[in-house]
């Protein structure tokens, strides 16, 4: 176990390098950050005092060697527009996301599960052709179109939910959550709701192979033979056995929705880190949005450990290292 966290935090330690000289790499090419900063009716020369004096004009490793030196003591940097450390921002962000990707995951866990299962016990029924007609359709459509779609159809034709906004909010032990009010909850549902349509139809075709797969095993088989019920054989055998490859695959794409809800958030008007990462690109604050790279970058690695660690203590026969490497 030792050997493997030394191995990943060594791994995590290349990919977080890796991802942060790209980050600054395409930064130059963003546009000039002066441009929202400061006004039509400052000179020229003016402008370029400024640029001194936020090192823009210094060369890229000397920028990039400051980062990294800075970063070592926790200051990743400072906002252009909003004139705070970008981590805060960032993390004062994430509040709101992470309650989205929360609600999200509550969705894909509630439907496909249930329907992956269906469709695997019954996989000539109607339902299930259903099921998998729907979700070959979920596939196809983008994640915009479905949040513009349900915005249409429940904010504008019914008026039953709000189409945009976070909510009211409580403080909880200094969490400003919407979770815990009745219109928090309502302005959650569609975004929650949009945002799961990108991983439900990939997770109720994983459910589904992953039942069939162990249907179709030999204790599955001895299982019936010695005549236990139905669902026992279903439930306690061979849906046990497919919650492995689902916690793998499961937890590093819930990880990811962290970076994929900015088209969510955008179009429902979200207060979360990827509706402020499009605002930092629109406004080209660079330190913002290398901040933001970085971090979503540090939430895939963490996730990938985890899962990683979950499946071994999950399976005491998977071995997180070997002799060989």
Known sequence: MLTFLFNRLAQALVVMFVISLVAFAIQDNLGDPLREMVGQGVSEAQREVLRNQLGLNDPFMIKYSRFLTNAMHGDWGTSFIFKKPALDIILGKLVATLELVFAATFW??????????????????????????????????????????????????????????????????????????????????????????????????????????????????????????????????????????LITVGGVQIGSMVAYTILTETVFQWPGTGFLFLEAITRVDTPLITAYVIFVGLVFVVTNTLVDLLYGLINPTVKLTSKGG
């Open 108 to 245: 894909i866990i509630l439907i496909s599960i249930p329907a992956g299962v269906y469709c695997a016990i019954k996989p000539r029924g109607i339902g299930s052709k259903l099921i998998m007609g729907i979700s070959t359709i979920g596939i196809s459509v983008p994640v915009f179109l479905t949040a513009i779609l349900l915005m249409y159809v429940f904010s504008i034709e019914l008026g039953w939910l709000p189409s945009y906004g976070r909510g009211e909010t409580v403080n909880l032990l200094g969490w400003e959550s919407g979770l815990f009010t009745i219109d928090g909850l309502k302005h959650l549902l569609l975004p929650s709701i949009a945002l799961s349509s990108i991983m439900l139809p990939l997770f109720i075709r994983l459910v589904r192979a992953e039942m069939l797969e162990a249907l179709s095993s030999e204790y599955v088989k001895f299982a019936w033979a010695k005549g236990l019920d139905k669902n026992k054989v279903w439930f306690r055998h061979a849906l046990k056995n497919t919650m492995l490859p």
